[in-house]
Nanobody, 116 residues
């Protein structure tokens, strides 16, 4: 089992920045991608950004140019740098890890609230 622990959420004004971190531990063998998802009240969970073990990145259109995903393989940690935050970015942000066979685990989530 993969244990994912997120940190870095909080309250920020529109236009501000936050950086989320997600540290993976446990059975991390074979993890080939890590990603960030978010879920706003009353909405489905959606992909925000994902990065593969070789550094290929994909972003949701709504965050392109504002968010940057990165990873430190030595620390088994993935980051999400969020700039120019908007109220519509308010959500619980979840980290996940993926293997070829599917999702290896989810984090517990961290709240991001952007005030207007």
């Amino acid at each position: 089992q993969v244990l994912l622990v997120e940190s870095g959420g909080g309250l920020v004004q529109a236009g501000g920045s936050l950086t989320l971190s997600c540290a993976a531990s446990g059975n991390i063998f074979g993890i080939n991608a890590m990603g960030w998802y978010r879920q706003a009240p009353g909405k489905q969970r959606e992909l925000v950004a994902i990065i593969t073990s070789v550094g290929i990145r994909n972003y949701a259109d709504s965050v392109k140019g504002r968010f940057t995903i990165s990873r430190d393989n030595a620390k088994n940690t993935v980051y999400l740098q969020m700039n120019s935050l908007k109220p519509e970015d308010t959500a619980v942000y979840y980290c996940n890890a993926q293997r070829l066979g599917g999702i290896a685990g989810w984090g517990q989530g961290t709240q991001v609230t952007v005030s207007s």
